[in-house]
């Protein structure tokens, strides 16, 4: 099993501690206080791409929000996914950007409920493409070509970086309980962005990758799609933006609205959606049973 866990080279080293930002220190004060007038809001990320990038991406977002909740707002983001959970888990946040994935885990340990997700500007719908990519020169055309080949992975708890490739893998007759025998190495690049790297310069033959995150790589330049090429896809569930479960039914009320009336087109397409839809935890049920079947929830915890 060493060689499943191996982070690949070209990223940072992912470490489990949280990379603190504003005011979400070991002092902070209960979900329940920060909801009371004023109070900042407290909002985590999950990295999907680079942190630092994450961050600055949704400065937008953080600003619209301060207009119209009329109270401050702090961005969190953690060095990986595990680090937004256990800062939820800590009540140091009151809403998180999650992946289907970590809100089924941290749904595991403390209170939460979903709000809203995007409407994808893909599909038109709730859901998003999980998608595996191979190289052009990596004598992959589908699935059935990975024996003896490398694969990637993002971060071990991405849902479409990790979960759903992992679906699509089992269902091409490759055992996760092996580590996906025959395929060579199975290795983890910590992001989407740093899995598309690695497929474009032939470090892995193939990797899985959130559809909608590769095609803004390609626009944005930061990875050559002529070098790239999908293989397989399915649909995901979108992210769930939730809010802890001690909420003051008020502020939880005044965001999902928020979030519903979002109509200006650079705002919604740096976010990568057509506008907003109401979600619950029902939304979530089949994602739930998915990440129980394939080992990324903790079983003690069911």
């Not at 990320?45 to 929000?65: T, V």
């Not at 702090?74 to 009540?91: D, H, I, K, P, R």
């Not at 990637?152 to 893998?169: C, E, N, V």
Request: hydrophobic residues 40%.
């Amino acid at each position: 099993m060493h060689r499943f866990l191996r982070v690949l080279t070209l990223v940072m080293v992912v470490v489990l501690g949280l990379v603190t930002l504003g005011g979400c220190d070991t002092d902070a004060t209960t979900s329940g206080e920060s909801a009371q007038e004023n109070a900042p809001l407290r909002v985590g990320l999950i990295p999907n791409i680079a942190p630092e990038e994450q961050k600055a991406k949704y400065e937008p977002l953080k600003e619209y929000l301060e207009d119209a909740l009329d109270r401050p707002v702090e961005l969190f983001v953690a060095t990986n996914y595990a680090g937004v959970v256990q800062a939820m888990v800590s009540g140091h946040l009151d809403l998180a950007y999650f992946g289907g994935v970590t809100y089924a885990q941290a749904l595991q340990q403390v209170d939460l409920e979903p709000i809203v997700t995007e409407i994808d500007a893909e599909t038109g719908t709730q859901e998003y493409y999980s998608v595996i990519i191979a190289g052009v020169d990596s004598g992959v055309e589908s699935l059935a070509d990975l024996d003896g080949k490398d694969f990637a992975f993002g971060d071990p708890a991405s849902t479409s970086g990790s979960l759903y490739p992992r679906k699509m893998l089992a269902q091409a007759g490759y055992d996760w309980r092996q580590d996906f025998d025959p395929i060579a190495e199975i290795l983890y690049s910590g992001g989407h962005d740093a899995t598309a790297k690695a497929v474009e310069s032939g470090t892995v033959a193939a990797g899985g990758v959130e559809g909608r995150i590769l095609a803004r790589l390609v626009a944005d330049g930061k990875v050559d799609g002529s070098r790239l090429k999908v293989i397989e896809r399915t649909l995901v569930q979108g992210y769930p933006w939730c809010a802890v479960g001690s909420m003051d039914p008020g502020l939880k009320a005044e965001i999902q609205e928020a979030f519903l009336a979002i109509d200006d087109p650079a705002l919604l397409d740096l976010l990568r959606a057509r506008g907003y839809v109401a979600v619950d935890s029902d939304d979530y049920a089949e994602l739930r049973q998915d990440a129980k079947e394939f080992g990324l929830l903790n079983p003690e915890d069911e």
